[in-house]
């Protein structure tokens, strides 16, 4: 069965050499009972740990039933160990801390047996060693023939083939000895036992063979064997694996063992994730907040759909720091200064034009009544405005360039946004007021429509404080001619603003952008009083020319015929055709806005994007901004907590180094059952994992437990604000599983030496 050929094993200690085994040829039989006697430093061991595979030899050929080990892998070795051989001991190598049951059962795990299978082998063996009330003990609860016949009982456990005994009796009193060798008697009925001692008397009144070996050579053979080397190749044994429940087992069995050690660790480890669960809770607390504020205050703020919207998107990616004037020099912010700065305004991408068409507005006129206090249409009309250049010519003002829109006068929104820095605001209808920037400047496009040059550095507010306008009404601004039914428009600025109809309008006050406002859209130039819209919106209706148009498909001035979009622009231009350029819908609520914006969201799905309608919220836009802030900050808390995060990993990483170190023997132990180097790593991981668990579930809790001061502080604190630190479940989770990971990952190094270790050299630590 086994046979051994010129095996040479030598060792190398530095610039010593040494020959343990120098040309062994010896074959045995399949049951028999060998005895192996020698003095120390013979080679009796370093024999035995080669036939177990334990160690490798140099040169020469072992072989088994037959085939050759020469060209075993490691796989192979593990698996010869596991299914063929069973290991006894001198020092009995148990595992200290796990059961007796336990310890019998390991080499059944790795062969892959089932529960209930292996448990029934196991006990059927502790009970034949004479056992079988002692199975829940732990080793060091055993006298050293018990200890015995528990690694004997493991040796059986798979059923072996070969038993190999290294000095059985060498810790146990004398008649303990002879009832350990009338066991291995008995097991050698039916197996091939080789047993390791120097004492002859008991080799040669219980061994059926006595092999002499001295300085690694066989000395005699008291009944040698010669084999044909008949049923070559015979051998076949299958793979072994450590599940990794039994390595979770095997793990947390040791942890137990060193509770206070194992405590101290996972509250070590779970200080980063109390750090980092505790600003998620901040974090997580504040964003419910600030969704509390857009339900409860926020969603009164109107969606606005306007002509000309902005992508927020576009404008966040546009993004740039202080601007600039000509010559490189950054404007100051809210100066402290009489002075406005012409500049040139950049290109802006971020424009959308909505087309507010008839079926929008028909769109719009579907929407629940139930979702919105009100709806309000804001209109376009095509203003003509007339003022006195400083030259004394008379000029229209160009408020395409000026932006000449409505001011929010009746609303707590210009309040808020807008400081007064001289004047007041627009009272009546025909008052105007001049909106500038938080740099004090305006665009040099309104300033040069004012008649003034851009080139300039600076004017003071008396420059436009006082300005006066004609404002010419539709009709005013042509001559009708009855013979061709045709109208002229006027071009002679002075009779325009000669007209006994115009509207006269004043700047009476001149305001800047605040450093509170909450927007970064709100739009410079001049701000009329929102009733002049309505005025001239009903003197377009009934005016001569408006009706005119209307009526006819050929435009009115020229007699030529229109295209009907061109019609159409030129009677919303004139404010015939009340195309709104705003809308604003005040929603009824929170719950009514959502609904509202999935309306509007609906109306745009499968529209290309130039078609589409783009919507601006206001209170979503805040609560955005502030919430990402939010996140902000917390990644940056996160960051800092997670440095503490780093160093327990490592701290664990030594631990289990540690760990590694004083579990050599059982490693040892593990490889002579068949563990694979990757069920070594196994264990060590599965302890990691165990630490890392326990870390994130102590952390999440002390978080949790840190919570009710927090919350009781801040409360005392902030109104209203009785539950801020909220930890997220999701997070629970996800610490859990970081911290799990995390340990895992720092014990990959020492999971790895561990793999590594010698078994021959491991078996040998005290």
């Given at each position: 069965m086994l046979e051994l050929h010129d095996v040479v094993k030598k060792y190398a200690i530095g610039t010593f050499r040494q020959t343990a085994l120098d040309g062994v040829s010896v074959n045995f039989r399949r049951h028999e009972f060998v005895a192996i006697l020698g003095p120390s430093g013979s080679g009796k061991t370093t024999l035995l740990n080669m036939i177990g595979g334990l160690d490798r030899y140099d040169s020469g050929d072992l072989r088994i039933d037959g085939k050759s080990t020469r060209d075993f892998k490691d796989k192979d070795w593990d698996s010869y160990r596991n299914h063929a051989i069973g290991f006894v001991f001198q020092n009995y190598n148990l595992i200290s801390h796990v059961s007796v049951l336990a310890n019998v059962e390991i080499g059944l795990t790795l062969s892959g047996m089932s529960l209930s299978e292996r448990r029934e082998r196991a006990l059927r063996l502790l009970e034949r060693v004479g056992l079988s009330d002692h199975i829940h003990k732990k080793p060091n609860q055993l006298s050293g023939g018990q200890m015995q016949r528990v690694a004997i009982a493991r040796a059986l456990a798979n059923d072996p083939d070969i038993i190999l005994a290294d000095e059985p009796t060498g810790a146990i009193d004398s008649e303990t000895s002879h009832q350990i060798l009338k066991l291995i008697q008995e097991i050698a009925e039916d197996k091939l036992v080789i047993m390791v001692t120097h004492d002859a008397t008991m080799a040669k009144k219980y061994a059926s063979r006595v092999i002499g070996l001295q300085d690694g050579k066989i000395t005699s053979d008291t009944d040698p064997y010669e084999t044909n080397n008949g049923n070559q190749g015979r051998l076949s044994f299958k793979g072994t694996a450590m599940a990794f429940a039994q390595a979770l087992k095997l793990s947390f069995s040791n942890l137990r063992t060193k509770k206070f050690r194992t405590a101290i660790t996972a509250f070590a480890g779970s200080i980063g994730i109390i750090g980092v669960a505790l600003v998620l809770s901040l974090s997580n607390g504040l964003n419910r907040e600030i969704d509390r504020l857009e339900q409860s205050t926020l969603a009164a703020f109107p969606l606005q759909v306007d002509r000309v919207a902005f992508n927020v998107d576009i404008?966040?990616?546009?993004?740039?720091?202080?601007?600039?004037?000509?010559?490189?020099?950054?404007?100051?912010?809210?100066?402290?200064?009489?002075?406005?700065?012409?500049?040139?305004?950049?290109?802006?991408?971020?424009?959308?034009?909505?087309?507010?068409?008839?079926?929008?507005?028909?769109?719009?006129?579907?929407?629940?009544?139930?979702?919105?206090?009100?709806?309000?249409?804001?209109?376009?009309?095509?203003?003509?405005?007339?003022?006195?250049?400083?030259?004394?010519?008379?000029?229209?003002?160009?408020?395409?360039?000026?932006?000449?829109?409505?001011?929010?006068?009746?609303?707590?929104?210009?309040?808020?946004?807008?400081?007064?820095?001289?004047?007041?605001?627009?009272?009546?209808?025909?008052?105007?007021?001049?909106?500038?920037?938080?740099?004090?400047?305006?665009?040099?496009?309104?300033?040069?429509?004012?008649?003034?040059?851009?080139?300039?550095?600076?004017?003071?507010?008396?420059?436009?404080?006082?300005?006066?306008?004609?404002?010419?009404?539709?009709?005013?601004?042509?001559?009708?001619?009855?013979?061709?039914?045709?109208?002229?428009?006027?071009?002679?600025?002075?009779?325009?603003?000669?007209?006994?109809?115009?509207?006269?309008?004043?700047?009476?006050?001149?305001?800047?952008?605040?450093?509170?406002?909450?927007?970064?859209?709100?739009?410079?130039?001049?701000?009329?009083?929102?009733?002049?819209?309505?005025?001239?919106?009903?003197?377009?209706?009934?005016?001569?020319?408006?009706?005119?148009?209307?009526?006819?498909?050929?435009?009115?001035?020229?007699?030529?015929?229109?295209?009907?979009?061109?019609?159409?622009?030129?009677?919303?231009?004139?404010?015939?055709?009340?195309?709104?350029?705003?809308?604003?819908?005040?929603?009824?609520?929170?719950?009514?806005?959502?609904?509202?914006?999935?309306?509007?969201?609906?109306?745009?799905?499968?529209?290309?994007?130039?078609?589409?309608?783009?919507?601006?919220?206001?209170?979503?836009?805040?609560?955005?901004?502030?919430?990402?802030?939010?996140?902000?900050?917390?990644?940056?808390?996160?960051?800092?907590?997670?440095?503490?995060?780093?160093?327990?990993?490592?701290?664990?990483?030594?631990?289990?180094?540690?760990?590694?170190?004083?579990?050599?023997?059982?490693i040892g132990v593990l490889r002579s059952l068949g563990a694979r180097k990757r069920d070594i790593s196994r264990v060590f991981n599965a302890e990691t994992a165990i630490i890392g668990f326990f870390a994130g579930v102590s952390g999440v809790g002390v978080a949790y437990l840190l919570t009710f001061p927090i919350n009781a502080i801040i409360a005392n604190l902030v109104d209203d604000l009785n539950r801020l630190a909220v930890i997220p479940l999701a997070a629970v989770f996800g610490l859990v599983a970081i911290s799990v990971m995390l340990t895992t990952i720092a014990g990959l190094i020492p999971s790895r030496i561990a793999a590594r270790k010698d078994p021959v050299v491991a078996l040998r630590v005290d």
């Open positions: 404008i966040r990616q546009q993004g740039g720091g202080p601007p600039r004037r000509v010559a490189g020099e950054v404007f100051e912010r809210f100066p402290d200064v009489d002075e406005i700065y012409p500049y040139e305004l950049p290109p802006f991408e971020a424009e959308h034009i909505n087309d507010l068409s008839p079926e929008f507005l028909t769109y719009l006129e579907g929407l629940d009544p139930e979702t919105y206090h009100e709806m309000t249409m804001r209109y376009s009309v095509d203003k003509h405005v007339y003022h006195t250049l400083p030259s004394g010519l008379a000029a229209r003002l160009n408020t395409g360039r000026v932006n000449f829109g409505p001011t929010l006068m009746d609303d707590a929104f210009f309040g808020d946004n807008y400081d007064i820095l001289s004047g007041r605001q627009p009272e009546n209808v025909n008052e105007l007021i001049l909106i500038i920037d938080e740099y004090n400047r305006l665009e040099a496009s309104i300033v040069q429509a004012f008649g003034l040059s851009a080139e300039i550095e600076a004017y003071g507010f008396d420059a436009f404080l006082g300005k006066t306008f004609q404002l010419i009404t539709l009709d005013d601004r042509f001559t009708y001619n009855e013979t061709t039914g045709l109208f002229t428009p006027i071009t002679d600025a002075d009779v325009l603003m000669n007209q006994p109809d115009n509207i006269p309008l004043t700047i009476v006050g001149i305001a800047r952008v605040s450093e509170s406002a909450i927007s970064d859209f709100l739009t410079t130039g001049l701000k009329f009083h929102p009733d002049l819209t309505p005025l001239l919106l009903d003197d377009a209706q009934n005016s001569q020319i408006g009706q005119a148009q209307k009526a006819s498909s050929s435009d009115v001035i020229s007699g030529t015929a229109m295209d009907e979009s061109l019609r159409r622009i030129q009677l919303q231009r004139w404010g015939v055709d009340p195309t709104p350029r705003q809308i604003l819908i005040y929603p009824a609520d929170y719950a009514a806005k959502q609904a509202i914006t999935d309306y509007l969201d609906a109306f745009n799905e499968g529209k290309d994007d130039e078609d589409r309608i783009l919507y601006t919220d206001l209170a979503a836009i805040v609560t955005e901004l502030t919430s990402d802030i939010i996140t902000g900050v917390a990644y940056v808390l996160i960051a800092f907590s997670s440095i503490s995060l780093v160093v327990s990993s490592v701290m664990i990483g030594i631990i289990t180094y540690v760990s590694v170190l004083e579990r050599t023997k059982e």
